[in-house]
């Protein structure tokens, strides 16, 4: 018998609600209310969180006491952190706690005041089917798909099916990126038919017809009052890419890998002023707090290799984002805070917790990150891996990645399988942070799996279509063994000829004799069809259908590298484009 005390630390952490975690779980207890909320033990030289938080950037006249805030006389509230502060709890707090069975409404209202949790709910949307949600670390993580039309494909019908097809598939919310096709129609379309929170990155609408270069702060406020008023309830806004900041892009790697923060860092060279959204960013608090939009601090310099990860660029850019949302805040508007990209797994943990300490707390919502560079095709699932460490380590909202990122425009079934990782990724996280009640869906599906009950195995299954289809593709009868070990060597058999498994069967199961499946459903057929690998011909057939859509048939595009003469593309270059990649500086020391 072995002589070793097991660690105990798990006693304090619930995930499952009537068994507590298993004993080697080394989560913190529980802390709402308090800079943890629900955290990962810190490995040494960690950033400690910030002692800071949303009461202490009140507005100007504002007054604390206690857990409430008086404001000037006459002042009408309108966001969430507004009604947060005045100590109001309002119908989308009460929504929200009722779809986090851990928390009470009046916890909701606390972190929302704190500015550790947002409610993106736009007023506009909220008069549509927006089932409110929250993004904070004190409540479950959640995920998010990205969609959107591109020049080159997709229309709103197929967007809106995607929509669709992402809220079935576990979507929290949906950020519609197009930058094609009829934008204000699609944007419309996707908030009128979405129950789940709708985000944008405006600068894509802002510069469909002009150059960057033509880009005005009358047309940014214009932008952003038309989406607002269309009832987006996000915005990525890229406010915290500084002219100061831009020297630091040419030590990288990759430079800048996100399209907004790309277009504005040419914005400010050509122009050789500050970025506008940083320098008008008052103005676009105040549009924002009319509809109550939430923000997104976009990650401009967020890095695109590990090789970049951590670097000057990236956390310059996120302390400006922890400056701007002391800004925001004062202003009344919810803030989330966006973040990297590509990260070597041993520096995940110090991202997040560097952000909760600049940022005091406000909810970081993460792209990925990616763990490894060179697994294209797969980066759902180098993203998911690193998704799962940030989601633990502190991020509160995570941005999925489909098999299709840097190569192509995700289709449906890319979009089904980034909801899948992604929903692995936040589950696997709750589980481990203790999330109380996250661990009894797993608890169940265990009991299921060890009475042999395949109905009820795929039943708890996320996706019990693929589970079951898989099954029955090698044996469609309901055995007390599957095809994977067959009879003979089935532990879980053996096992439960050994001990009786407590659960049993599900109630009302009764087994008299071996029992064939019911037919699959189309659905399940589809998935079993799917399996076979794609042919070479019909590789081709796929590539060549792109080719048309390009205008490219029976050669590259036209738009192709390869078919600029270099003594073009260097005049092109020098007509049109600014080059960042000047001739690095060498300084003394080297
Ligand atoms: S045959 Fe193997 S995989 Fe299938 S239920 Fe038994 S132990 Fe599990």
């Known amino acids: 018998m072995s002589t070793r005390t097991l660690p105990l630390r798990g006693a304090a952490n619930p995930s499952s609600l009537r068994d507590g975690t298993n004993p080697g779980s080394f989560a913190n207890a529980p802390n709402l209310g308090g800079a943890l909320t629900f955290s990962s033990p810190d490995t040494p030289g960690m950033p400690q969180p910030s002692d ?44 929200v706690a009722e779809r986090e069975p851990h ?74 990126l197009s930058t094609g096709g009829n934008l204000d129609e699609c944007r419309q379309a996707i908030i009128r038919n979405s129950r789940v929170p709708i985000g944008t990155v405006p600068i894509y609408s802002m510069i469909i017809g002009r150059k960057i270069e033509d880009l005005s702060v009358e047309v940014i406020m214009a932008s952003l009052r038309q989406q607002a008023e269309q009832g987006v309830d996000y915005f990525t806004i890229h406010a915290g890419v500084l002219r100061e900041h831009l020297p630091f892009v ?50 401009g310099l967020r890095p695109g ?44 943990e110090y991202n997040m917790k560097l952000e909760r300490r600049l940022c005091h707390g406000a909810p970081f919502y993460v792209l990925g990150p990616l763990v490894t560079d060179v697994f294209p095709g797969y980066d759902h699932i180098t993203s998911c891996i690193g998704a799962t460490a940030a989601a633990y380590h502190g991020a509160s909202m995570l941005c999925y ?59 708890l299954a996320f996706d019990g279509d693929t589970a079951r289809a898989f099954h029955d593709e090698d ?57 076979g690998v794609l042919s070479p ?8 259908k792109t080719r048309k859509a390009v205008g490219a048939d029976g050669s590259k595009g036209s738009c192709h590298s390869d078919l600029v003469e270099p003594q073009t593309a260097q005049q092109i270059q020098e007509q049109r484009l600014v080059q960042l990649r000047t001739k690095p500086e060498v300084s003394a020391a080297e």
């Open 52 to 95: 800071k938080t949303a009461w202490d950037f009140l507005p100007p006249g504002w007054r604390r006491e206690g857990d409430r805030a008086i404001a000037p006389a006459g002042f009408v509230p309108i966001t969430q952190l507004e009604h947060a502060r005045l100590g109001t709890v309002t119908p989308e707090m009460k929504r």
């Open 103 to 176: 928390l009470s409404a009046e916890q909701v209202r606390s972190e929302v005041a704190a500015g550790r949790m947002i409610i993106p709910a736009n007023t506009q949307h909220l008069q549509h089917a927006l089932e409110p949600m929250c993004i904070g670390r004190a409540s479950k993580t959640k995920i998010n798909a990205n969609m959107g039309a591109s020049p080159v494909s997709s229309s709103t019908d197929e967007e809106v099916e995607k929509l669709k097809w992402a809220e079935r598939w576990g979507a929290d919310t949906v950020m519609d």
């Open 250 to 299: 040419q030590r990288r790697l990759i430079g800048i890998v996100s399209r907004g923060g790309s277009l504005l860092a040419k914005w400010m060279l050509v122009h050789g002023k500050q970025n506008p959204m940083y320098a008008h960013f008052d103005e676009i608090c105040e549009i924002m707090r009319q509809y109550d939009v939430s923000f997104s601090l976009g990650d």
């Open 305 to 348: 290799g590990l090789a970049d990860a951590s670097d000057e660029a990236q956390l310059s850019e996120l302390a400006t984002l922890g400056e701007l949302t002391e800004k925001a805040w004062r202003k009344g508007v919810q803030v989330m805070i966006e973040g990297p990209g590509h990260v070597p797994f041993d520096q995940i």
């Open 401 to 459: 990645v489909t098999p299709k990122e840097h190569v192509g425009l995700p289709k449906k079934d890319d979009v089904k399988q980034g909801c899948i990782a992604y929903k692995i990724a936040a589950h696997a996280a709750d589980v481990a942070l203790g999330i109380p009640g996250s661990r009894d869906w797993d608890d169940s599906l265990t009991k299921a799996r060890a009475a042999l009950n395949w109905e009820k195995h795929f039943e």
């Open 475 to 531: 044996l469609d009868v309901d055995t007390d063994f599957c095809a994977m070990c067959g009879h003979d060597w089935c532990s879980v058999r053996i096992s439960k000829e050994i001990v009786e498994f407590a659960s049993g069967k599900a109630d009302g199961f009764e087994r008299d004799k071996v029992a064939q499946s019911a037919a699959l459903t189309p659905e399940q057929r589809e998935i079993l069809e799917k399996r």
């Open 537 to 544: 011909e019909e590789i081709h057939r796929l590539a060549s």
